[in-house]
Structure formats: C-alpha cells, structure tokens
C-alpha cells in the first residue's frame, strides 16, 4: 500500500507527498531531520489534513502530481468536501484511491 498525504504547515502552507508508512513519515516530517523533506524542515509540519490509500507506487505518484499541479484554494477545497473527482475532474480515476 502506497499513500498520498497533504500536510498543514504553520504558516498555513501545504505540503504533499507520498510514503508507504503514514505514521513514519509524517514524524520524519515533524522532527524536521535529515529524513524530513526540504520543505518541511523550514516550513514546521502541524497536521496531517488528508490522505488516501492506493494499491501501487505509480497510482499514489499520479495523484501527488495533480495535486502538486493544484492551487492552493483548489488543495483547500480537496480537504473540505475530499472529492477527487470534483476538484481533479477526469485527470484521474478516482475508484483506485480511498480516503483514510
């Protein structure tokens, strides 16, 4: 299982990425170490917002590169209502993701 998250810094910024263990990764994120990515060890992690489950790496990787693509009202409107398919529309299909 692969998942794609989407992580609130403090300053209100988002952070997405994907990872195999949630748990770990988002407290690699948090300790802002050398295991933590770039962004995240100068953009201090809060909470993690979202994230779904999908079967493969190649799935979760598609996904995080359209909501990489997303402005940041488009990522705020994917936490809100977590409707893939409203806020990506056909980019994706959205029956191979579950929220978590």
């Known amino acids: 299982m692969y998942y794609t998250y989407i992580l609130r810094c403090e300053d209100n910024s988002l952070y997405t990425g994907i990872t195999t263990d949630l748990n770990r990764r ?11 990515a ?6 201090k992690v809060t909470r993690l917002e979202i994230a779904w489950k999908s079967e493969n790496k190649v799935l979760a990787s598609k996904l995080e590169y359209y909501i990489k693509k997303l402005t940041k009202p488009q990522k705020e409107q994917l936490i809100v209502t977590s409707d893939l398919e409203d806020v990506l529309g056909n980019k994706i299909e959205s029956k191979y993701y579950f929220k978590i």
Do not use: P, V
């Open 26 to 36: 988002i407290e690699e994120h948090k300790s802002q170490s050398g295991k933590s």
């Open 38 to 43: 770039k962004y995240t060890r100068t953009h």
